[in-house]
């Protein structure tokens, strides 16, 4: 087991298998602590229909909609062993206090002022006689070493998208988190992934699941050397034309510092090859070709494993990691979280969603097939908002509005 979702889904399924056996697991975990929030939902309505459920197991069934008894289910069909439910709620306990220390250590430094290192002190004898009593190990002094030399560093990384506009509203991305590059179909969203790579002076890793590495260098080389993208697609190149991209390409992957897989669909496969390689921006595209190697019931519910996979991973190898995903084709208005593709659990799980919107793709009469909106939906550390930007679709570039027509 080597994340939270195992040891949440454990619980749910422990219940579900023997539900008086485990029931002694409500006096130590809250709904509150669990991170998956349909997880939550049938702790919830399993804690407060417990007298029933022990006189009959048939209100086991009967306390969840008929989605969370999906989700029950298919944790019932993961578990391990039942005996390890006090393990899978130790985990969950300390993880909810980490994320608890973590939100209280951001008010202090907001609040304490001159008198910060004496309410650190307190929140840290506090938090560490709770851990205590409840027989739970974690650190918490880990945790607030981690927060604080985050917060007085003068070379935090992050990661900018080299678009003004953009990155004046995001204030970069962060290490340990994950961001969300919605579009539909043929809007341009691999080229601006790869505009924003093309600008990284960082080590990046990019999973492209649907293209072969070749073809990533020619979009590549067509941006860097502005020689037109249907010139190199049927291969009509001067040869000074060649040497130049041969250039670009070499140099944008000189010192090891971008690594183009084409071979790896597997989230679990993604793993060793981040931290063998430990690229601080990885980029995946794109989601709905990610698969796992586990079994589950529907295409919803490996999507949310594997976003829920995806976060973990960013978080323990600190790096950030960019998801491109396709949206929904309903509907020809500007596209919202909700659009994400196959699963709500992306629009909960990414830090960031930024959203793609060009009108041409779905109204082909219309007069400006450049025009294209790039919105921000989701930003967990600041603002939200839209600025407008042109596709070049024969370079594969986006330019800001003024720079192109400016």
């Known amino acids: 087991m080597n994340n939270i979702y195992d040891a949440e889904t454990g619980i749910i399924g422990s219940l579900v298998i023997d539900f008086e056996r485990c029931e002694k697991v409500f ?47 298919e944790a019932a069909e993961m578990l391990t062993s039942v005996s390890m439910v006090d393990d899978y709620a130790q985990i969950v306990k300390a993880n909810a206090q980490k994320e608890r220390v973590r939100e209280s250590l951001t008010q202090i430094i907001m609040n304490a002022g001159d008198n910060i290192l004496n309410e650190t002190k307190s929140l840290i004898e506090r938090e560490e006689k709770l ?85 990533i260098y020619e979009r590549l080389a067509s941006d860097i050397c502005s020689i037109n993208y249907g010139l190199i697609n049927k291969r009509n190149l001067t040869d000074i034309q060649k040497a130049d991209m041969v250039t670009a390409v070499s140099t944008i992957t000189g010192d090891d510092n971008l ?106 009469t219309d007069d400006n097939p450049e025009y294209t909106e790039i919105t921000i939906d989701k930003n967990k550390y600041g603002q939200t908002g839209m600025t407008k930007m042109c596709f070049q679709g024969e370079y594969q570039r986006f330019v800001a509005l003024e720079e192109r027509y400016g």
């Open 27 to 73: 006096s130590s975990v809250s709904p509150d602590d669990f991170q998956v929030k349909e997880l939550g939902e049938i702790f919830a309505a399993f804690r407060a229909n417990r007298e029933k459920i022990c006189k009959d197991t048939v209100y086991l069934w009967e306390c969840l909609t008929p989605k969370l008894r999906d989700v029950a289910l």
């Open 259 to 364: 690594y183009i897989n084409d071979h790896t669909y597997a989230v679990e496969a993604m793993e060793p090859i981040i931290q063998q390689y430990k690229p601080r921006l990885v980029i995946v595209d794109f989601m709905q070709f990610i698969k796992t190697n586990r079994k589950f019931l529907n295409r919803r519910n490996e999507i949310d494993y594997i976003s829920g996979e995806l976060k973990r991973i960013a978080r323990q190898n600190d790096c950030h990691i960019m998801i491109l995903s396709q949206l929904t084709r309903a509907g020809k208005d500007r596209p919202t979280m909700s659009d994400l593709k196959e699963s709500g659990a992306l629009e909960q799980d990414g830090d960031y969603i930024i959203l793609l919107h060009r009108p041409y793709v779905l109204d082909k």
């Open 131 to 215: 851990t205590e009593d409840n027989g739970y190990q974690t650190s918490i002094n880990d945790s607030l070493k981690s927060f604080i030399e985050e917060l007085y560093s003068e070379n935090e990384l992050r990661i900018f998208t080299g678009f003004e506009k953009l990155d004046r509203a995001l204030g970069g991305l962060r290490m340990k988190t994950i961001s969300y590059i919605g579009a539909r179909p043929s809007t341009g969203k691999t080229a601006f992934a790869l505009n924003i790579l093309k600008r990284q002076e960082c080590r990046c890793l990019l999973f492209s699941l649907e293209m072969s590495a070749p073809q």
